[in-house]
């Protein structure tokens, strides 16, 4: 009996273990990797931004960063003791957003070097932000840089120089080095791609080009408006009025039959070297109804016919009259004024 029950447990353990075997899975041969793979770009790794939510930039040393707006502007922007000035054909988008230090001790940041902007155009061209970040939560704007306590958090902004024309789709930001962690990249309307978050904020009219329906390309030309500042190479100016006279001037009285054009300026300094305002400083051009081109005559004091000349500080205000030669029978149509590389602005004198 024992012998046949010996005999039954080996023949069951000698058809398992064949069953077994056959249950084995054949897996497929794996096709060797190709010697040269295709050629592809190869994409920096790491997150699609979003206005409004938190992110963390660098391993090394980390920082928070939020992005809380970006806006466009032709106005110059200031920070600490340099200035911003767009040219003609560009424009400034400022980034406006917060840096908190995530850290378990005092952590000093320095914008120039704790982490980078750079905005790709829709040309693909790279537009990198210049001169570190300003302190917003200082009404003097100075450059940031200062040692942040543990879970403070700070509100900055940057500038990078853009061109006028059209939005920018794309902004990264990168960590201080090449390899201390991957990018972070803000698709922007009107990328189709774009979050609804992460609009800029346009430009006004009459800056706006009327053409571009995002209201982020900026005019070269620009159809001034009485009783509006805008922004020069050194000043914002505004136009207060235009008025004719026939008496004498610092030129003496006008020819026979003709008269003056007198333009009342406002002129506010914006820049940091107190440069003056003169006689030259702004390029003026009348033109009449028949295509002529009508002299300028001088700048003169706000009552006095004495030439205008004054070093202006950032933010003080210089009341001239600028004005012109207008012949018997001659008909003023427009103005344009422009400073050095500034935009030009454009009057219909009435």
Same mark, same amino acid.
């Given at each position: @009996?024992?012998? %046949?029950?010996?005999?039954?447990?080996?023949?069951?353990?000698?058809? %398992?273990?064949? @069953?077994?075997?056959?249950?084995?899975?054949?897996?497929?041969?794996?096709?060797?990797?190709?010697?040269?793979?295709?050629?592809? =770009?190869?994409?920096?790794?790491?997150?699609?931004?979003?206005? !409004?939510?938190?992110?963390?930039?660098?391993?090394?040393?980390?920082?928070?960063? #939020? @992005?809380?707006?970006? +806006?466009?502007? =032709?106005?110059?922007?200031?920070? !600490?003791? &340099?200035?911003?000035?767009?040219?003609?054909?560009?424009?400034?988008?400022? /980034?406006?957003?917060?840096?908190?230090?995530?850290?378990?001790?005092?952590?000093?940041?320095?914008?120039?070097?704790?982490?980078?902007?750079?905005?790709?155009?829709?040309?693909?061209?790279?537009? *990198?932000?210049?001169?570190?970040?300003?302190? +917003?939560?200082?009404? /003097?704007?100075?450059?940031?840089?200062?040692? @942040?306590?543990?879970?403070?958090?700070?509100?900055?902004?940057? %500038?990078?120089?853009?061109?006028?024309?059209? !939005?920018?789709?794309?902004?990264?930001?990168?960590?201080?080095?090449?390899?201390?962690?991957?990018?972070? #990249?803000?698709?922007?309307?009107?990328?189709?791609?774009?979050?609804?978050?992460?609009?800029?904020?346009?430009?006004?009219?009459?800056?706006?080009?009327?053409?571009?329906?995002?209201?982020?390309?900026?005019?070269?030309?620009?159809?001034?408006?009485?009783?509006?500042?805008?922004?020069?190479?050194?000043? *914002?100016?505004?136009?207060?009025?235009?008025?004719?006279?026939?008496?004498?001037?610092?030129?003496?009285?006008?020819?026979?039959?003709?008269?003056?054009?007198?333009?009342? /300026?406002?002129?506010?300094?914006?820049?940091?070297?107190?440069?003056?305002? #003169?006689?030259?400083?702004?390029?003026?051009?009348?033109?009449?109804?028949? !295509?002529? &081109?009508?002299?300028?005559q001088n700048t003169l004091l706000a009552t006095?016919? #004495?030439?205008?000349?004054?070093?202006?500080?950032?933010?003080? +205000?210089?009341?001239?009259?600028?004005?012109?030669?207008?012949?018997? *029978?001659?008909?003023?149509? =427009?103005? =344009?004024?422009?400073?050095?590389?500034?935009?030009?602005?454009?009057?219909?004198?009435?």
């Amino acid at each position: @009996m024992r012998k %046949c029950l010996f005999t039954i447990l080996i023949l069951s353990l000698i058809l %398992c273990a064949g @069953m077994s075997a056959n249950a084995v899975v054949k897996r497929k041969p794996v096709k060797p990797l190709p010697k040269k793979p295709p050629v592809a =770009t190869v994409q920096l790794a790491g997150d699609n931004g979003v206005f !409004g939510r938190v992110y963390s930039i660098g391993k090394a040393s980390p920082l928070y960063i #939020r @992005m809380k707006s970006i +806006e466009y502007t =032709t106005e110059q922007v200031a920070m !600490g003791s &340099m200035m911003f000035v767009p040219k003609s054909d560009e424009k400034l988008m400022v /980034l406006h957003f917060t840096v908190q230090n995530p850290q378990k001790a005092e952590l000093f940041v320095r914008g120039d070097y704790s982490f980078r902007f750079t905005a790709v155009d829709g040309q693909n061209a790279n537009h *990198d932000a210049k001169w570190g970040w300003g302190n +917003e939560d200082d009404p /003097l704007h100075p450059t940031f840089a200062m040692k @942040m306590k543990v879970k403070q958090t700070s509100n900055v902004y940057a %500038c990078i120089v853009v061109p006028a024309q059209n !939005g920018v789709p794309k902004l990264m930001v990168l960590p201080p080095g090449n390899s201390d962690g991957p990018v972070l #990249r803000y698709a922007l309307n009107p990328d189709p791609t774009a979050p609804v978050e992460n609009k800029p904020i346009p430009l006004q009219a009459p800056i706006a080009d009327p053409k571009d329906p995002t209201g982020y390309s900026a005019l070269d030309t620009v159809p001034g408006v009485v009783g509006a500042a805008y922004p020069y190479t050194d000043y *914002d100016i505004t136009v207060q009025g235009f008025e004719y006279t026939t008496g004498a001037l610092d030129a003496g009285p006008p020819p026979a039959g003709g008269r003056y054009l007198i333009v009342t /300026l406002l002129v506010k300094g914006d820049s940091f070297g107190n440069p003056m305002f #003169r006689f030259d400083s702004i390029r003026y051009t009348l033109e009449s109804t028949d !295509g002529e &081109m009508l002299k300028y005559q001088n700048t003169l004091l706000a009552t006095a016919n #004495r030439s205008a000349g004054k070093n202006l500080k950032p933010g003080e +205000e210089y009341t001239v009259r600028a004005y012109f030669t207008v012949p018997k *029978d001659v008909t003023p149509k =427009t103005l =344009t004024m422009k400073q050095g590389v500034s935009r030009t602005y454009e009057y219909a004198v009435p």
